[in-house]
């Protein structure tokens, strides 16, 4: 006798597609051959290949690629292997696939790479041959398993790269808003910070290390089955300070599809490329979503908020904002 299917826990909003989706999206998916034009790709999801894509993008297109390539472990992605390479072996495959995307950003276009503590240096080697390195972002992946021997890795970097000194950065659009421990004042006057019933914040300028993100988990509606999911509230940061509405992004290890939704959500155009058809059948779903949903965890009113402080704001301000649903609310998560 078949086993009846598990079923979820109620609050368990990890996004699925049934077998119904996975076909109509694989139909929505763009595969090779590809149109000649690259504004027919724009907004869509391509299921391929990026060694095959790149020497069809255009020329100076692109205002911004945030890279996540694979990293230096040993990982299973689906029936896709890796395996842990050397540090001069990673070097080199990771030049090879940086290297075909350079020609299509524009002089003024920035870059982002992800990695790991083990690739950072390899990384770092090879965009300076190719880029103008701007700063390395560590944020904290609160995630990770302890080590009787070491210590428990909870950290992941994010290169910030521009192709020249002419690139666009906007500070005032990812300001962290914290709540203040110590208020100060100026003739009894809260000196920058602002008072409001749910306690006392201040915008703060961005730094380059991040503990205000929530890596996805089962009870939030961005979660996926992708084992190594970015959180949107991440990807929104390097949007929003590196790009202008109506920007092109591209990201060409598109994974779930993260980049792609947060894109939508915040009136950018993009250009995935992901080769598994599974998660590019997801990331075409989150893009669908995306249309009718900007809400993202952790981002309302223009900023970004500190882990846990948003939560606290008074139940009707944060449903006017449409940060969160009714379903959403008695969960709280704010990462």
């Known amino acids: 006798m078949e086993a009846a299917p598990k079923s979820r826990a109620p609050r368990n909003r990890t996004l699925t597609l049934t077998g119904d989706e996975l076909s109509r999206y694989a139909a929505k998916l763009l595969q090779p051959p590809l149109p000649a034009r690259q504004a027919q790709w724009v907004n869509r999801i391509l299921c391929a290949e990026m060694s095959a894509v790149c020497p069809l993008l255009a020329p100076a297109s ?19 292997k890796f395996r842990e390479l050397s540090t001069a072996e990673y070097e080199r495959h990771f030049e ?24 950072s240096t ?23 398993r302890g080590a009787r021997a070491n210590w428990k890795n909870s950290s992941e970097d994010i290169w910030f790269c521009t192709m020249s000194n002419d690139y666009y950065f906007n500070v ?44 996805p988990f089962w009870s939030m509606p961005e979660n ?14 390097l949007i929003l300070a590196s790009s202008r509405e109506g920007d092109l ?15 939508r959500k915040l009136g950018r155009n993009v250009i995935g490329i992901e080769q598994n058809k599974r998660y590019a059948c997801l990331a075409a779903k989150r893009f669908e979503l995306a249309a009718g949903n900007a809400s993202i965890q952790g981002y309302a009113d223009g900023v970004f908020w500190e882990r846990n402080t948003l939560a606290a704001q008074p139940r009707d301000d944060r449903r006017r904002r449409g940060q969160t649903t009714f379903e959403q609310e008695p969960l709280q998560l704010i990462g």
């Open 96 to 119: 090879a696939w940086l290297t075909p995307l350079l020609p299509c950003l524009k002089p003024t276009a920035s870059l982002y790479v992800c990695g790991d503590w083990k690739s």
């Open 249 to 263: 992004i591209l990201d060409p290890f598109l994974g779930s599809g993260t980049t792609a939704a947060v894109a």
């Open 122 to 144: 390899a990384l770092q080697r090879v965009l300076e041959r190719h880029a103008r390195v701007r700063n390395r972002i560590t944020w904290e992946r609160e995630k990770g």
């Open 224 to 237: 996926t089955e992708h084992p190594t999911q970015k959180p949107e509230k991440l990807i929104a940061k």
């Open 172 to 215: 005032e659009a990812v300001k962290l808003k914290r709540r203040v421990i110590a208020p100060y004042k100026v003739d009894g006057q809260p000196k920058d910070w602002a008072r409001t019933d749910a306690g006392d914040f201040r915008l703060t300028h961005p730094s380059n290390l991040w503990t205000d993100l929530t890596i």
């Open 62 to 80: 692109v205002d911004l690629l945030i890279l996540d390539p694979p990293y230096n472990l040993d990982k299973s992605f689906a029936d896709e």
